[in-house]
C-alpha cells in the first residue's frame, strides 16, 4: 500500500485529505505542521504532500529535508496563496507539482494517482 506523509497546519483540511487518501487506498501519516513531518523523515514514503506556509518548518523546507534522506521521493506542494505558489514553482524541487487552494479531494486524489503511477 503506497504510504503518504502528509502535513497541513488547517485542522479540517488535513482531516478531508487524510480520508479521502485513506479510501483511495493509501496509508496516510497526517501531521500538523512541518516540524511534526520532519519528525517522520526516518519512515518510508511514497509522496510527500505538504502545504507551504505552516508554522515552524515551512513546506518547502519539509520538502528539501525529505529529498535528501529519500531521493526520488515524490512531493506535491498545496498552498492557498497564489504568489506562494508560483514562488515554489522556482523554488522548489525537481519534479515537484504545486497545487493551490481551494481544491477539490478528487483533484488531489488524482494528482497523487499520477504522481505514484509515474
Known amino acids: 500500500m503506497p504510504r503518504i506523509l502528509l502535513a497541513e497546519d488547517d485542522e479540517s483540511l488535513r482531516g478531508f485529505l487524510a480520508r479521502a487518501l ?28 505538504t ?35 508560483l514562488a515554489a514553482g522556482d523554488a522548489a524541487l525537481p519534479g515537484a507539482k504545486v497545487l493551490s487552494k481551494p481544491i477539490h479531494l478528487r483533484e488531489i486524489v488524482a494528482e497523487v494517482e499520477r504522481m505514484i503511477a509515474a
Open 22 to 49: 485513506e479510501r483511495a487506498g493509501y496509508e496516510v501519516t497526517a501531521c500538523a505542521d512541518g516540524d511534526e513531518a520532519a519528525a517522520h523523515l526516518d519512515e518510508s514514503f511514497d509522496v510527500l504532500l
Open 51 to 85: 502545504d507551504i506556509v505552516m508554522p515552524g518548518l515551512d513546506g518547502i523546507e519539509v520538502a528539501r529535508l525529505a529529498a535528501a534522506r529519500h531521493p526520488g521521493l515524490r512531493i506535491m506542494f498545496i498552498t492557498g496563496f497564489a504568489a506562494v505558489a
